[in-house]
């Protein structure tokens, strides 16, 4: 069974301060991973995909994030929060035949001035 | 397109009333997803076509929920005698094929008084 935990549900950073976004996955498979973005009253953005490739993936806007096996990790980052970049930010897990993707429950990132 | 449509953007409808929710995805996409997502959670999956045949319809909550897509291209979602818990946001989304980045439309607000 597949599964996504988000830990936070909310976040809050000073703008030019790191951001930590934190995903924890359960998968009976060797999962493949997104992190998508969803500013209010838009729909969701694809911001970087893990596939089994390289397990620091580089994404949209400055974001990354690493894949840890043995953590069953995959934490998204940044290294200087924007204003822009408050929304809400969901972590996916995919089967292994990409037909269904499970969504955590969302972290939403406030951005302080 | 340029990308996912989905119409209408919000729905009001009466208990008991029938509605329809359509997807107007990437022009030559095959895969089509709809998801359903409720206030302050993550989205979560009903259905998905390759082609024009349901392939996994495993997460329709129950038979009062239908969708089609009788030429691979457009789907509607069907709702049948709609109850208040019905009540969320609904987002189609679409890739080329199962595997490639899925992309999202902005999903329709559907609110059961």
């Given amino acids: 069974a597949q599964s996504v935990t988000q830990l936070d549900s909310h976040v809050s950073v000073s703008e030019g301060t790191p951001v930590l976004l934190r995903c924890n996955y359960s998968s009976s498979y060797s999962p493949s991973l997104f992190w998508y973005v969803q500013h209010p009253n838009k729909g969701l953005q694809l911001l970087l995909k893990y596939t089994s490739a390289a397990t620091l993936v580089k994404g949209i806007n400055g974001f990354e994030a690493e894949f840890k096996k043995s953590e069953t990790s995959f934490h998204l980052t940044k290294p200087s929060a924007h204003m822009s970049d408050a929304a809400e930010y969901f972590c996916v897990v995919s089967e292994h035949n990409f037909n269904k993707f499970y969504f955590g429950s969302g972290t939403k990132l406030n951005v302080k001035p | ?113």
């Avoid at chain 2, 449509?5 to 996409?29: A, F, M, W």
């Avoid at chain 2, 691979?72 to 094929?97: F, N």
């Fill in chain 2, 1 to 113: 397109g340029a990308g996912v449509s989905q119409t209408p953007s919000n729905k009001v409808t009466e208990k008991g009333k029938y509605v329809e929710l359509r997807c107007d995805p990437i022009s030559g996409h095959t895969a089509l997803y709809w998801y359903r997502q409720s206030l302050g959670q993550g989205p979560e999956f009903l259905i998905y076509f390759q082609g024009t045949g349901a392939a996994d319809d495993s997460g329709l909550p129950n038979d009062r929920f239908f969708a089609v897509r009788p030429e691979g291209s457009v789907s509607t979602l069907k709702i049948q005698r709609t109850e208040r818990g019905d009540s969320a946001m609904y987002l189609c989304a679409s890739s080329s094929k199962p595997g490639n980045t899925i992309y999202f439309g902005e999903g329709s607000w559907l609110t059961v008084v």
